[in-house]
């Protein structure tokens, strides 16, 4: 068997609230391989972004990971080991590019410090070194004049070159594996455009894996080559992307690739999943998705449905697998 | 001539702008404008849908509230239902505003977090005295069912509700006063998948019940093409075609227009974009560029002298189908699709 570049097994983050603990992650398990373009997706509270922040231990106050959990990252235990080998990793083999880069960068350093700093906390480049690497990366990334644009500061620059220096920052020491939290959800549509070419050309140069969460379907079509969907802190269906799109196993996946209104739509109406998503402090028992499932029977409503193999490399977390007679037209 | 689609329009505007100056102060007049809205003409029909589309800054939003003179525009006129919106005084625009509403993007932060959601839905009603006392309880709960909520929510506050529900009660509060017009600035924006397609639903079906006009801005070609009877797109504070829904979509003729819509990630895997990547970012409405605003970023093979000299005048190329545009009679071919995956 072969190693896998990430090993997440049972991710559990709990948060300590009045109505309670929310487990807004809740028993999450998953592999990436090296060089895999692997998409997150699910709307907002399943979960996605808290999983993604685990995996550098940026868990934000009050949250905790349960004992139990375990991330492998290059066969090192992320969760066990002590702080300095862990900022030793983020930013270097492992880092990040977040949705929102103006609060992600600092305000009072140059955009170009900023992208050096990483190779000068990482390295034993020099600062000059570094300032040279930092222009260079900004060049990779599309900057125009990136001499000049590296002495500037992050409010002088447009949402999309932003969003081009956190990519410079996270890619520079070219890591196995990058995590992108909705790094274009914040753009405009023909910025956005540009971004994803921008990755898409990056992880073919450097063979680097991406993990992508993102709310956007139409993105993670266009990027991934395999999927997680999230719901109410669990996986519950992971696919290739083409048969999660062609063939959604789980209720929930089909109604969200339903309810997407498309450019081609000929003004039918939406399909809608009818309810909200549950509170993570009262997860129902049993499935979490069948109050709002049009297939739902008594064994939803007791029995917890584990992620169960519906073919190879397509795995639901719905008791339809076993008994699929059950579906309703 | 104006950019409208028959028959008498229940609302016309017309070189509608809004200039913000920069760079002034209380004793010496702005050096420098920025045109937010420059020039915006269209015509809306009861019962229709037009959306305003374009990206962050290109003055949809601003273009909404001008008309409801929310922001009092710089020039230009506005008729609704035959008055002159912009030679009204305060009473008689209050009176009129009864007939147009607006549901913002936001609904958290347009509801007042201490007022009971009936209270903010009874407002319209009292202000504009169409219903007091149990009538106006009884019209409160007709609307908390009709937008999909219960009437005993009436008694809650907003911050019980869900976004979707919070997005609801925001189209309460604007139907209260029956209108006949309603700026919808984003109203799906902030909220997931599964929720939008609820409240898109929700506004069709009452456009349909009760015969809204809707002025639908928004940044999502998606959601536009389901909503949308005609489509206005906005560039850097102007229109840069206007056409039917199906036209648009289907034969996008300006070449703006072509890199927004071929920009859109479709959830279709394997089926590769055939994309047109624009270049930069769009230029400041402090400072557009000369000729026609699109000129830096345009790829058409055909661009030349003149569109950096002159501007095109949105001019209707084929019925209905309104272009700004100095070369759009001579075809872009599309880029060959991107190589897959």
């Known amino acids: 068997m072969t190693r896998h570049l990430l090993t997440v097994h049972d991710l559990r983050v709990a948060f300590a609230t009045e109505a309670g603990p929310a487990r807004a992650v809740d028993g999450v398990s998953f592999t990436m391989n090296a060089g895999e373009t692997v998409g997150l997706v699910g709307e907002s509270g399943c979960g996605k972004s808290l999983t993604a922040l685990s995996l550098l231990r940026l868990v934000p106050d009050g949250g905790r990971i349960a004992p139990g959990s375990r991330i492998t990252f290059e066969e090192q235990d992320v969760l066990a080991m002590p702080e300095r080998t862990l900022r030793a990793l983020r930013g270097h083999r492992l880092s990040m590019i977040f949705q929102e880069p103006m609060t992600a960068l600092n305000p009072v350093l140059t955009v170009g410090d900023q992208v050096a700093e990483v190779v000068r906390v990482h390295t034993t480049a020099s600062a000059g070194e570094a300032w040279t690497r930092a222009v260079d990366m900004l060049a990779q990334v599309g900057i125009p004049d990136p001499a000049a644009r590296a002495r500037q500061y992050p409010h002088e620059l447009s949402g999309g070159m932003r969003q081009r220096v956190m990519i410079a920052m996270a890619l520079i020491l070219e890591p196995a594996l990058v995590i992108a939290d909705e790094p274009t959800t914040a753009l405009d549509v023909t910025i956005q455009a540009q971004i994803l070419e921008l990755l898409r050309d990056l992880r073919d140069r450097t063979g680097m894996a991406l993990l992508l969460i993102t709310h956007d379907l139409g993105v993670v079509a266009e990027m991934a080559s395999r999927v997680l969907v999230m719901y109410a802190g669990e996986v519950v269906e992971e696919a290739p992307v083409a048969l999660l799109f062609d063939a959604p196993g789980h209720p929930y996946t089909e109604g969200l690739l339903a309810a997407v209104p498309t450019l081609d739509s000929t003004r039918e109406r939406l399909h809608t999943i009818p309810g909200t998503v549950p509170a993570a402090t009262a997860w129902p028992a049993g499935c979490r998705f069948r109050d709002r499932c049009a297939h739902a029977w008594e064994r939803c409503t007791t029995e917890p449905p584990a992620l169960a193999q519906l073919g190879p490399a397509h795995r639901v977390r719905c008791h339809l697998v076993q008994e699929p007679e059950r579906r309703r037209a | ?341």
């Open chain 2, 1 to 341: 001539m104006s950019v409208s689609s028959g028959a008498t329009p229940l609302l016309e505007v017309r070189d509608l702008a809004k200039h913000y100056p920069v760079q002034g102060s209380w004793w010496r007049s702005p050096s420098q404008f920025i045109r937010a809205v420059d020039g915006v003409s269209f015509t809306l029909h009861a019962g229709e849908t037009l959306a305003l589309v374009g990206e962050s800054g290109c003055g949809k939003t601003t273009t909404g509230r001008a008309i409801l003179r929310l922001i009092e525009p710089t020039r230009g006129s506005v008729r609704f239902d035959g008055q002159d919106l912009l030679a009204l005084d305060r009473e008689p625009l209050r009176r009129l505003r009864r007939h147009m509403q607006i549901v913002f993007q936001d609904p958290f932060g347009s509801l007042n977090p201490r007022l009971t959601i009936g209270a903010a839905i009874r407002e319209g009603l009292l202000v504009h005295e169409l219903a007091q006392g149990a009538e106006a309880d009884r019209r409160v709960a007709q609307l908390l069912e009709e937008v999909g909520l219960r009437a005993e929510h009436a008694s809650r506050y907003p911050h019980e509700f869900s976004g979707g529900q919070r997005q609801r009660v925001g189209i309460a509060r604007a139907l209260a006063v029956a209108p006949k017009f309603i700026v919808c600035d984003e109203p799906v924006s902030a909220l997931d998948v599964s929720v939008q397609a609820q409240v898109v639903n929700l506004l069709r079906d009452l456009q349909r019940d009760r015969g809204l006009a809707y002025l639908f801005i928004a940044h999502d070609l998606a959601v536009v093409s389901h909503m949308a009877d005609r489509v206005a797109v906005m560039y850097l504070g102007r229109i840069v075609e206007l056409a039917p829904r199906a036209a648009l979509f289907a034969e996008p003729r300006m070449p703006y227009t072509q890199a927004l819509l071929s920009a859109v990630p479709v959830p279709k895997p394997g089926r590769a974009p055939r994309r047109i990547v624009l270049a930069g970012d769009p230029p400041s409405p402090a400072n557009p560029p000369s000729g026609c605003v699109f000129h830096p970023r345009c790829q058409h093979p055909a661009k030349d002298a003149r569109c950096t000299r002159d501007v095109p005048v949105l001019a209707e190329k084929s019925p209905g189908h309104w272009v700004a545009c100095h070369h759009v009679d001579v075809t872009t071919p599309l880029p060959p699709p991107l190589a897959p995956a």
